[in-house]
């Protein structure tokens, strides 16, 4: 169902007033972690202000260490839902459990099944089934052939609207928190009628290798980019070496402006 050989048209999905596929640049943005109400009205109105569609936030955070703070869960989407009704931006989150997705439903526009639970297979059936848009990232080690079984298990449930997300991947490399598979852009535009957006706030880890990870991203023909965007970077619970401040942001937007035409 996602290969394109038996759909040679590229897919556009249709998220309330937004549309991501090819001919459109969309813009995630938002905190790593929702950490509590202010933070998260806060940043929803700056990212809109620069022009994002969508508001990103963790409110269940798949943490390395037990002992990291593993977010809000249903206080933090109560937040998110009151965000979107304030700005008008969508909402996307991540679920990491089937719990989660029952919960995260009822307040989200758009679910995120991260990296780590790319080979849940119970948590793809059961996004499959719910049928809400889902934003499937690569898998830490996955090869672009298992992320694309990966999202034929939603499809395989009746949901279509899955968008791919590369957020970078596992190698020897440790200058940068991950390696961004780049070619992962044209390679899953050649196999799969998909939408790709790209990730460079995980791929890299370090704020300052955004901006030109970004520029490459439009240029290869991502379809959008989701950004982690901080009111503080330096007091943020999780990821603030790579997350943006407001300003940076929004300097970010201005200057990927000529790039979106590419898109
Ligand atoms: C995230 O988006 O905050 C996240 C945990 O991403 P990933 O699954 O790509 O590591
Ligand atoms: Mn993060």
Redesign the pocket.
Known sequence: LVNKKFHPEDSVITIGNAKIGPGHLTMMAGP?AIENHHMVLETAFAVKKAGAQFL?G?AY??RTSPYAFQGLEEEGLKYMKEAREATGLNIVC?VTSLRALETSIKYVDMI?I???NMQNFELLKEAGKAGIPVLL?RGLSATIDEWLNAAEYIASEGNPNIVL?E?GIRTYETATRNTLDISAVPVIRSKSHLPIII?PS?ATGVRAYIEPISKAAIAVGADGL?V?VHPCPSCALS?GPQSLTFEQYQKLAEELQPYARLA
Do not use: L
Request: aromatic share 0%; proline share 6%; net charge positive.
């Open positions: 790593c990103r963790g955070k798949p991540e995120q991260g990296a780590r990232k997300c957020r990730d995980h989701i982690e990821d």
